[in-house]
């Protein structure tokens, strides 16, 4: 049986049925009323897909696929009438399998799709209704707070926690200068997003492939992409992606960009498509799930104060493209 829940695609065991009732933002509807059962299929995967062909195979997937529809889909379509994807992409965070008590020295080998696996494609309703979403799909960074909202019709859907730039100056050798490693605030919007980034530590500026992992163990780095936003129309090439160092969650850490641990970064990116919107602040007052107010640490001591703009600048923009140099750690 599929089940489908708020545009979501469930697995069950009887494949070949859809079940006729659909929640979609707090309504039922049938399925033959909501969906045209005509446009809509699954595909059988032929061979196992394994993390490391994940980008290559959903390009070719979809080129497939899109010459058969009088639509399209894309990869944020596909993930979400397929929340499986996101599901499996996530458990190749080696934190993750660790506690399972499994030491994955390679994320990238892991299995996405087994052979045999059925891949639903939404009909034409269904893709216009997941386009509305993420066209009402932003994030919302507090730095302080040391979190990711991820926001959606103005509620939150998601959140995630984050670590940031360290509170201070240090020579970076790729910059060739000193350089304060705040994190940036501004607004603006998701400019770029790098699949294959190179790791080159800014410190030395030489190039890395593996990290050591917060219990000393060395693996290959992950192939989670990184998102490159634009903040108040400037491009100062900082990131967010992936950090191998779960420890660092929650702290000051990074040479600037913000980092999120690997399961994490993986689901933050199928909700952050190119020109999804961006707001990244500094606001030592919040509201906890209860609706009682409560106060950050002032990580930057800024206070109550708007920082100017050298300060929330994290000094001068410096670009790297398709790079990371945010550090090892």
Same mark, same amino acid.
């Given at each position: 049986?599929?089940?489908?829940?708020?545009?979501?695609? $469930?697995?069950? @065991?009887?494949?070949? &049925?859809?079940?006729?009732?659909?929640?979609?933002? /707090?309504? +039922? %509807?049938?399925?033959?009323?909501?969906l045209p059962a005509k446009e809509a299929y699954f595909v059988e995967i032929d061979k196992n897909i394994y993390i490391k062909d994940y980008h290559k195979w959903v390009e070719n997937f979809l080129i497939e696929v899109n010459g058969k529809?009088?639509?399209?889909?894309?990869?944020?379509?596909?993930?979400?009438?397929?929340?499986? $994807?996101?599901? @499996?992409?996530?458990? &190749?965070?080696?934190?993750?399998?660790?506690?399972? /008590?499994? +030491? %994955?020295?390679?994320?990238?080998?892991?299995?996405?799709?087994?052979?045999?696996?059925?891949?639903?494609?939404?009909?034409?309703?269904?893709?216009?209704?997941?386009?509305?979403?993420?066209?009402?799909?932003?994030?919302?960074?507090?730095?302080?707070?040391?979190?990711?909202?991820?926001?959606?019709?103005?509620?939150?859907?998601?959140? $995630?926690?984050?670590?940031?730039?360290?509170?201070?100056?240090?020579?970076?050798?790729?910059? /060739?200068?000193?350089?304060?490693?705040?994190?940036?605030?501004?607004?603006?919007?998701?400019?770029?997003?790098?699949?294959?980034?190179?790791?080159?530590?800014?410190?030395?500026?030489?190039?890395?492939?593996?990290?050591?992992?917060?219990?000393?163990?060395?693996?290959?780095?992950?192939?989670?992409?990184?998102?490159?936003?634009?903040?108040?129309?400037?491009?100062?090439?900082?990131?967010?992606?992936?950090?191998?160092?779960?420890?660092?969650?929650?702290?000051?850490?990074?040479?600037?960009?913000?980092?999120?641990?690997?399961?994490?970064?993986?689901?933050?990116?199928?909700?952050?498509?190119?020109?999804?919107?961006?707001?990244?602040?500094?606001?030592?007052?919040?509201?906890?799930?209860?609706?009682?107010?409560?106060?950050?640490?002032?990580?930057?001591?800024?206070?109550?104060?708007?920082?100017?703009?050298?300060?929330?600048?994290?000094g001068e923009s410096v670009l790297f493209n398709h790079l990371c140099y945010c550090g090892k750690d």
């Amino acid at each position: 049986m599929v089940s489908i829940c708020k545009g979501f695609l $469930f697995f069950n @065991s009887d494949e070949d &049925s859809i079940k006729e009732e659909i929640f979609r933002h /707090g309504t +039922i %509807s049938t399925y033959q009323d909501s969906l045209p059962a005509k446009e809509a299929y699954f595909v059988e995967i032929d061979k196992n897909i394994y993390i490391k062909d994940y980008h290559k195979w959903v390009e070719n997937f979809l080129i497939e696929v899109n010459g058969k529809l009088d639509y399209s889909i894309d990869e944020y379509i596909l993930a979400k009438a397929n929340p499986g $994807f996101v599901d @499996s992409l996530k458990k &190749s965070d080696y934190y993750y399998l660790k506690e399972k /008590g499994i +030491i %994955s020295y390679d994320p990238k080998e892991g299995l996405f799709l087994g052979k045999g696996t059925k891949v639903f494609i939404p009909d034409s309703m269904m893709v216009f209704s997941i386009k509305q979403d993420i066209l009402q799909t932003r994030l919302d960074i507090n730095i302080p707070e040391f979190l990711c909202r991820v926001y959606q019709y103005k509620k939150v859907i998601d959140s $995630f926690y984050i670590r940031i730039g360290k509170n201070e100056q240090k020579y970076l050798a790729m910059a /060739g200068k000193v350089m304060n490693l705040k994190t940036r605030t501004g607004e603006g919007k998701i400019v770029r997003i790098n699949k294959e980034p190179q790791f080159i530590n800014p410190v030395d500026n030489k190039k890395y492939t593996g990290t050591k992992r917060d219990d000393g163990i060395v693996t290959q780095l992950p192939n989670i992409p990184w998102l490159e936003t634009e903040l108040d129309g400037v491009k100062y090439g900082q990131m967010i992606h992936p950090t191998t160092n779960k420890s660092t969650i929650g702290k000051a850490a990074s040479n600037g960009c913000i980092g999120l641990r690997e399961s994490d970064m993986w689901a933050l990116y199928f909700y952050a498509p190119v020109n999804t919107p961006v707001r990244i602040r500094y606001d030592l007052k919040g509201i906890d799930s209860l609706g009682n107010t409560i106060y950050f640490k002032d990580i930057y001591s800024w206070k109550w104060r708007k920082p100017n703009k050298k300060e929330s600048a994290g000094g001068e923009s410096v670009l790297f493209n398709h790079l990371c140099y945010c550090g090892k750690d």
